[in-house]
């Protein structure tokens, strides 16, 4: 159990310290030609073990306040890129989000989805949120 909640505490800390950062897996058809789109990935910079994969920090999708934490971060953290990406002229087909199905039930992550799309006027039809379960 302290066990447990040392991990919680590192991870709500690391939540808290932005050490997690989004990276972008380009998808891109070879069938079809159109703008490729973007898979977003979630890694932890930790600062005694380097990058992490969600298998280290998944314990944290088991606590609601963490788990939208994460979902939150994700959301700020694309919608900011895209609104670059768009200000660059990078053409995007779509971007795909995966998050727990939870977490895309989660009424403050969808309402902040909605307001950030209406603030940058990024259509909520760029992006293909996809559930995945947290493992």
Not at 7 to 26: D, K, M
Not at 68 to 95: I, K, N, S, T
Not at 101 to 110: E, P, Q, T, Y
């Amino acid at each position: 159990m302290a066990k447990k909640s040392r991990s919680l505490a590192e991870i709500a800390g690391g939540v808290r310290q932005s050490t997690f950062e989004l990276y972008y897996q380009p998808i891109v058809s070879l069938a079809v030609e159109r703008a490729p789109s973007l898979k977003v990935l979630m890694r932890w910079r930790h600062p005694d073990r380097g990058l992490l994969l969600p298998a280290a920090f998944r314990k944290g999708f088991a606590e609601p306040r963490i788990h939208a934490a994460f979902g939150l971060h994700m959301l700020d953290g694309v919608f900011d890129d895209l609104a670059l990406f768009h200000e660059q002229g990078l053409p995007l087909d779509r971007v795909a989000i995966n998050m727990t199905g939870s977490g895309l039930r989660s009424r403050v992550v969808l309402d902040r989805f909605f307001e950030l799309s209406s603030r940058t006027g990024i259509p909520p039809t760029a992006s293909a949120s996809r559930s995945r379960r947290a493992r």
